[in-house]
């Protein structure tokens, strides 16, 4: 396994008349927290990584490979959407089932693994239900197993906590650290709080405008009194 999971060198990205630029080096097994304010590019960066977003210029490398021309099913990442994409005419089978073949052609094998991953989320018995009798955690739970099933090592997380109440952000919390040791997975993951950056990073970026502003080990990250951004972001008063 190559030390960096995640290497972005010189990486834009243009809209209208916007332009993202990112340059990051992500170590392989880092749980990364991902914090800016709303429109800073931290959706942008998650679509550059799986190959949702093309870069204008730069190199996107995961695993030590270089992911030019790679669609986004042909690179070792998966994500957790923010809206968990679920189908809600599907079964919660069959929707975790999407992710080890769109066309749900399962031998058995695969439908074990679809009943462990249910399982190892706390949904096991869930199975024949509907997205729309589920909570919004439960929901959020059920495309984390879709997740887990295709069993990638990178895992992007938009946002795995904000449908959830604070008892249940802190069961997400250790469900998402197990996992990680478990899979010895890279994973990102965005959020607004604080709390949920103590709880499960090891690093965390912080974007700003269009660009990685900070990337560094969480301790750090957390005793910042500047730039002003992150001490208002950190509830701390920007001196
Ligand atoms: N497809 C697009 N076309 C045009 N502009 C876009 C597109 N996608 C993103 N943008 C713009 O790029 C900027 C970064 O957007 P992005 O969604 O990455 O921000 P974000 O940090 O994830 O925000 P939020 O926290 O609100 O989800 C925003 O100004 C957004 O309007």
Known sequence: M???AILLSDVT???AEKRLAFDCAVPAGAAVAVAGPSGAGKSTLFNVIAGFETPRTGRVE???KDMAGREPAERPVSVVFQDNNLFAHLSIADNV???IDPGLKLDSAARQSVFSALSRVGLGGYERRLPGSLSGGERQRVALARALVRRRPILLLDEPFAALDPAMRGEMADLLAELRAETKSTMLFITHQPEDIRRLA?????IE???IVLDEPVRDFLSRREPPGVAKFLGHSAI
Do not use: K, Q
Request: glycine share 20%; no cysteine.
């Open 2 to 4: 190559p030390e960096t």
């Open 97 to 99: 089932g999407l992710g």
């Open 62 to 64: 995961l695993l030590g």
């Open 209 to 211: 405008e269009g660009a």
């Open 13 to 15: 990205v243009r809209f």
């Open 202 to 206: 090891d690093r965390a970026m912080f």
